[in-house]
């Protein structure tokens, strides 16, 4: 079965610093996106991505934060200076687009640690 | 954001008996309902998915129901497995590859 792939798993990171965390969608999806899970908090919406350009972002996508799709393989999210309050449970996350049975794949997810 | 709401953070069920998860929304857009299934430092799995136009989906053991009029969703796992034991999340969109809106989520032990 097709898979959504992250790495790193584990990233620890001091704080100011950037991070690239890295994802390979399924090879015939067009829509990505990225979540987000805060430690015993809900999954939370970060980013879609369509048709290389963002098609919407929540409030937590400021400017620290940054999506690309590189060379039509993988889909990074850049954070540009890590803050405390960034450690989270990252999810890549992708579909076709088209209405399906099979719902959004995600990514086993990199666990993000600023110390 | 309350828009998609799991009032029950926990729920025990003995093994071969029926567990009932249950998801409120309040947001009238939402169109397409879907079901993931968590374990810790993994990602959530796709179960199941509903869109408005209906009101039961099955797959195997399970099947999810939809009352749009009181805008609740329900997951049914029968019979139930100690397997199934890991964290349910209802998810919500307004149509079919736009955001989740997800729920808090509820704990699923099933006792053998």
């Known amino acids: 079965e097709p898979e959504v792939t992250q790495t790193p798993s584990h990233q620890v990171t001091q704080m100011g610093q950037e991070v690239i965390l890295r994802c390979v969608p399924i090879?015939?999806?067009?829509?990505f996106y990225w979540y987000r899970q805060i430690l015993g908090q809900k999954v939370e919406f970060l980013v879609s991505?369509?048709?290389?350009?963002?098609?919407?972002k929540s409030e937590i996508f400021d400017d620290q934060f940054s999506v690309e799709r590189p060379d039509g393989s993988n889909f990074t999210l850049k954070i540009r200076s890590t803050k405390l309050e960034d450690s989270a449970m990252y999810f890549c996350?992708?579909?076709?687009?088209?209405?399906?049975?099979?719902?959004?794949?995600f990514g086993s997810g990199t666990r993000l640690t600023v110390v | 954001d309350q828009q998609v709401k799991q009032n029950s953070p926990s729920l025990s069920v003995q093994e071969g008996r029926i567990s009932i998860l249950n998801c409120d929304y309040t947001?009238?857009?939402?169109?397409?309902f879907l079901w993931y299934k968590k374990y810790p430092a993994e990602g959530p799995t796709f179960l199941i998915s509903?869109?408005?136009?209906?009101d039961k989906n099955e797959d195997g053991r399970f099947t999810v129901f939809l009352n749009k009029s009181a805008k609740h969703l329900s997951l049914h796992i029968v019979p139930s497995q100690p397997g199934d034991s890991a964290v349910y999340f209802c998810a919500a969109s307004p149509e079919y590859g736009n955001k989740l809106v997800f729920g808090a989520g509820t704990i699923l032990r099933v006792k053998s």
């Open positions: 996350a992708s579909n076709t687009g088209h209405g399906s049975n099979y719902g959004y794949t």
């Open positions: 947001n009238s857009m939402f169109d397409y």
């Open positions: 090879s015939n999806h067009l829509y």
């Open positions: 991505f369509y048709n290389n350009e963002i098609s919407e």
């Open positions: 509903i869109s408005s136009i209906k």
